[in-house]
């Protein structure tokens, strides 16, 4: 059992192995996402579009446009601030 051969041979009969459950498992992943992605797009309608939701600064620069009006509305009403 001290035969280096025998530990190279088993190590790469181990490396092999490993390779092979990695590429079945990444194969797997890949049809697995590509079966959610199908189930999604059939689930929406064809002329259907997704809403999108604004992010965080353009929900704050809309409040700071909102809020200029504001300003603008009182001055033009002649209302001090």
Known sequence: ???PNFYITMASAG???LGMVTMATLTGWRGWLAYKSQALSAARLPGEDL???PNASARIEIADLKERIRKLEAIAAGVDL
Do not use: N, Q
Request: proline content about 11%.
């Open 51 to 53: 809403p999108v939701a």
């Open 15 to 17: 490396l092999a192995g």
């Open 1 to 3: 059992m001290t035969d």
